[in-house]
């Protein structure tokens, strides 16, 4: 069985630019969940989608979003992007009546 | 919101030692409580979760245990291996209540001496 796929695995881009991040979740998994890690700190909790909402947000300004797909595909796009974007963006998948997650290995982005 | 504090930060054992690890959560309504590893540039990995219907859990050579009480949680893991060096996260949720985001600790970094 395939795992959660990221990609792409590295980004680099330059501030004020626009960066979109891709999830493939488990199959059969119709939830996703995206989590920021930045350098030396913990995973803080971005956003969750299920069966195509967006269920719940984390303490991130506007110019975080995302979007799921009919497949259960995600995507976070990350507009204006600023110096402290820098970091490993997690995402992760689960089945809604599980509570587990199940993480994908992540994308690097590096904002200059 | 929910606010999860983990110590200590590094931890260096030696092999064949045991390693502990400890949390503490706020919010009383959490009732979730997972354990993830992370290696070096992979994702984080489940290693074991516990509910607060349950006071402890044991798989191998790892153990988690729960005092709702206290509202603290522990991972113990015995007879430790070099490949148990690792960072590893404590995380806290209410999915009964709907909110299914995972509160995490800052994480250790556990290092077995051989």
């Known amino acids: 069985e395939a795992g959660v796929t990221q990609s792409p695995t590295h980004l680099i881009k330059t501030r004020g630019q626009q960066a979109t991040l891709r999830c493939s979740p488990i199959?059969?998994?119709?939830?996703v969940y995206w989590y920021q890690q930045a350098l030396g700190l913990g995973l803080q909790f971005l956003l969750w989608?299920?069966?195509?909402?967006?269920?719940n947000r984390g303490n991130f300004p506007p110019r975080f979003s995302g979007r799921q797909f009919p497949n259960y595909s995600s995507e976070l796009n990350v507009n204006a992007l600023e110096l402290e974007d820098s970091a490993l963006y997690l995402c992760?998948?689960?089945?809604?009546?599980?509570?587990?997650?199940?993480f994908g290995s992540g994308t690097r982005l590096t904002v200059v | 919101g929910e606010n999860v504090e983990q110590h200590p930060s590094t931890l260096s054992v030696q092999e064949g030692d045991s390693a502990v690890i400890k949390c503490t959560y706020s919010?009383?309504?959490?009732?979730?409580f997972p354990w993830y590893k992370q290696e070096l540039g992979k994702g984080p990995q489940l290693i074991i979760d516990?509910?607060?219907?349950?006071g402890e859990k044991k798989d191998q050579r790892i153990a988690v245990t729960l005092n709702k009480t206290a509202k603290h949680f522990s991972l113990h893991i015995t007879e430790t291996q070099p490949e148990d060096s690792a960072v590893y996260f404590c995380?806290?949720?209410?999915?009964?209540?709907?909110?299914?985001?995972?509160?995490f600790g800052s994480g250790t970094r556990l290092q077995v001496q051989p």
């Open positions: 989608y299920d069966e195509g909402e967006e269920r």
């Open positions: 516990i509910r607060s219907n349950v």
């Open positions: 199959s059969g998994h119709t939830s």
């Open positions: 995380a806290a949720s209410m999915p009964d209540t709907g909110r299914r985001a995972l509160t």
């Open positions: 992760a998948s689960s089945l809604l009546n599980h509570y587990g997650y199940t």
């Open positions: 919010d009383s309504a959490s009732n979730y």
